[in-house]
């Protein structure tokens, strides 16, 4: 297993953004989890050091805690690529989706069993008995057994999953359940799911939340913003391609590479004019993102009105990069396949990106820069878990065109923090609403703002880190001594 190593970062950094009554509640839940964990170390298990919802939280929420002085550590599980087939696979049937529609059996079941059984071996040897252990997703619960019994206190969160379950869903929860059932405490993003036979004093629901002052979100002035995006190939400014300096979360120096000696971030096209509104999704190249939609999409609202000379960008990780997304190269030679078959005219306006994921830190800023950079942030979503990249997206006060569905609808009110697209198979109306801040400047900023309200009123860290202490103390308290 890897573990991750996360520099602690003082929670008065993040109190100094408050409100005095949320600070103050911030160093209450503080000084209760140091009373509470005592020496007990917090486990966070997951699938990925990098790429996705998950890695990002743990980077920041750890910095956090660490900074408060609670002993956390983050390791990550070693898989084959059969292991992270299956795994993929789950994740996308609790999403209601069959994925590449293999079976989830007997043989499924062993080969999961295996894997975690190597890795568990290695977390009996770190994690001492009264140890709190967070596993996260799918591909961690079936270590949850071997964990209760060495005496550790086990919590699953789960991230994924459907607004209404169907029997697809269902076959994927039938897997889980008998490893799920070990754990002490289950966490969901939404209350909705959960599946019926979660027993509800085990039950916490816990939204995700963002970091205002990670590399992802943190302020950047607009001529950082061109800057970065320039020195990175994504927009075409000659004035602005030197190089490009960072603090990185570790406070090291960093750097914004040109990446044109390895032929540029760009797929085929010219990248575009700075001052071109720009329509850009960020996403994991899976295809419940619909990455393929969103670009139908924006060449029909083209089609229909221009779009003020719009240009789209599709922007994901190198699909190298993520070794538990196995769909992604598959899903990005699809999008390119699209793309290769637009109309000559609209081709150059719509622009697939691939960020490098080798330096966590470039990757974060320049996302940062490109959701700072865009007129209007989509999330075209088929299913959404949560959906931080409308929160990141909402917290840089961009107005958000997102699919009414998972964590999306609880972030956007439509029409007041975002515009919501009911039917995310309806490209006419995804393309109709696309229009709307495009064409109008004041419903843009309107939307905006709201957006950048609700975030730093809902989803920053704090409330984040408040719902763990509050779980973990609570377990702590009311399990049999170790
Ligand atoms: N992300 C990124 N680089 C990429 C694509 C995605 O850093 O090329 C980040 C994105 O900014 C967000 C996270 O990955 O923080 C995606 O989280 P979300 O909840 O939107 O979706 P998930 O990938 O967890 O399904």
Redesign the pocket.
């Known amino acids: 297993m890897e573990e991750v190593s996360v520099r602690p970062v003082d929670l008065g950094q993040l109190a100094a953004l408050l409100p005095a009554d949320r600070a103050e509640r911030l160093a209450t839940a503080a000084d209760r989890a140091r009373s509470a964990f005592g020496d007990r170390v917090v486990w966070h298990v997951n699938a990925t050091s990098h ?6 939280m743990l980077q920041t929420l750890l910095a956090y805690a660490k900074g408060a002085g609670i002993e956390n550590r983050w390791l990550v599980l070693d898989g084959d690529p059969r292991f992270f087939a299956i795994t993929k696979r789950l994740h996308n049937v609790l999403h209601g989706e069959p994925g590449d529609g293999g079976p989830l059996g007997p043989a499924e079941h062993a080969h999961y069993e295996e894997v975690l059984r190597a890795n568990l071996a290695e977390l009996v040897r770190r994690v001492s008995p009264g140890d709190i252990v967070l596993l996260h997703d799918p591909q961690t619960a079936g270590l949850a057994e071997g964990l209760r019994e060495i005496g550790a206190r086990v919590v699953w969160r789960c ?2 999953g459907r607004d209404r379950p169907n029997d697809v869903t269902d076959a994927g929860w039938e897997f889980l359940r008998p490893y799920v059932r070990h754990a002490q405490g289950l966490v969901f993003s939404r209350r909705a799911y959960a599946p019926q036979w979660v027993d509800g004093e085990l039950l916490a629901v816990i939204p ?1 939340s963002i970091d205002p002052l990670a590399l ?1 979100n943190m302020a950047l002035a607009p001529e950082q913003v061109t800057a970065i995006l320039a020195r990175a190939g994504l927009v075409a400014d000659g004035r602005r391609e030197g190089r490009v300096d960072f603090l990185r979360r570790d406070g090291t120096p960093g750097t914004v590479r040109s990446h044109r000696s390895s032929g540029g971030l760009l797929l085929g096209t010219d990248p575009p004019p700075p001052t071109v509104p720009l329509v850009v999704q ?3 190249w ?1 295809r419940l ?1 619909d990455m393929a939609g969103v670009m139908e999409g924006f060449v029909r609202a083209v089609d229909e009105d221009d779009l003020n000379g719009a240009h789209l960008m599709l ?3 190198e699909v190298s990069g993520v070794a538990d997304d196995p769909e992604g190269a598959e899903v990005l030679g699809d999008c390119r396949e699209e793309w290769r078959h637009l109309p000559a005219e609209v081709r150059g306006r719509v622009h697939l990106a ?2 490098p ?1 080798d330096d966590g830190d470039e ?2 800023i320049i ?1 940062n820069a490109l ?1 700072r950079h865009a007129a209007v942030v989509v ?1 075209k979503s088929l299913v ?7 929160t ?1 997206a909402m917290w840089k006060g961009r107005p958000v065109v997102a699919s009414k569905l998972g964590g999306i609808q609880d972030q956007i009110v439509d029409g007041r923090d975002g515009l919501l697209v009911e039917d995310p198979y309806d490209i006419d109306e995804f393309a109709r609403i696309l229009g709307r801040p495009l064409a109008d400047a004041g419903l843009a900023s309107r939307l905006g703002a709201a957006a950048q309200a609700r975030v730093a009123q809902e989803y920053v860290g704090d409330r984040h880190l408040a719902q763990y202490v509050e779980l973990f103390s609570d377990l702590v308290r009311h399990s049999d001594p170790a």
């Open positions: 790429g996705g919802g998950v890695a990002e991230h994924v995700p992802k960020v996403s994991r899976d993102k922007a994901g990780p691939c960020v994921m990757n974060a996302v959701q999330q959404e878990g949560f959906g931080l990249t409308v990141e």
